[in-house]
C-alpha cells in the first residue's frame, strides 16, 4: 500500500521557517519528480515547488530564494525547507510522487 505521509506544518510569524518532510512508503521513487503543492482556501492547488528524477529543481517564483526542495533517497523522503515566511504562503501543502498524493499538512503565517 503506498503512502504520502506529511509532516512539519503549523503556525509561524512572518520572517519565520518551517521545514516540512514527506515521508514515502510501500513505493521506490527513484526515477520519478517529486514535488510540493500547496492550496489555500478557495484556490486552486499550484505547484510550489520540484525537483526532477535527474535532479533538476523548479520554483514557483513567488518562493524562489526562499524555499529549497531537497529529497534523501535513502530513506525516501522529501522536504521543504521554507524560509522568511509569509502570509501569503499559508496554505496546505501536499507532496506529490507519480500519481500518488499525500493528506497534506497546514502552514498558516500569521501575525
Known amino acids: 500500500q503506498v503512502q504520502l505521509e506529511e509532516s512539519g506544518g503549523g503556525n509561524v510569524q512572518p520572517g519565520g521557517s518551517l521545514r516540512l518532510s514527506c515521508i514515502a512508503s510501500?513505493?521506490?521513487?527513484?526515477?520519478?519528480?517529486m514535488s510540493w503543492h500547496r492550496q489555500a482556501p478557495g484556490k486552486e492547488r499550484e505547484l510550489v515547488a520540484l525537483?526532477?528524477?535527474?535532479?533538476?529543481?523548479r520554483y514557483r517564483d513567488s518562493v524562489k530564494d526562499r524555499f529549497t526542495i531537497s529529497r534523501d533517497s535513502g530513506e525516501n523522503t522529501i522536504y521543504l525547507q521554507m524560509n522568511n515566511l509569509k502570509p501569503e504562503d499559508t496554505g496546505t501543502y501536499f507532496c506529490h510522487i507519480a500519481t500518488y498524493w499525500g493528506q497534506g499538512t497546514q502552514v498558516t503565517v500569521s501575525s
Open positions: 525537483i526532477g528524477a535527474t535532479g533538476v529543481l
Open positions: 510501500g513505493f521506490t521513487f527513484r526515477g520519478f519528480d
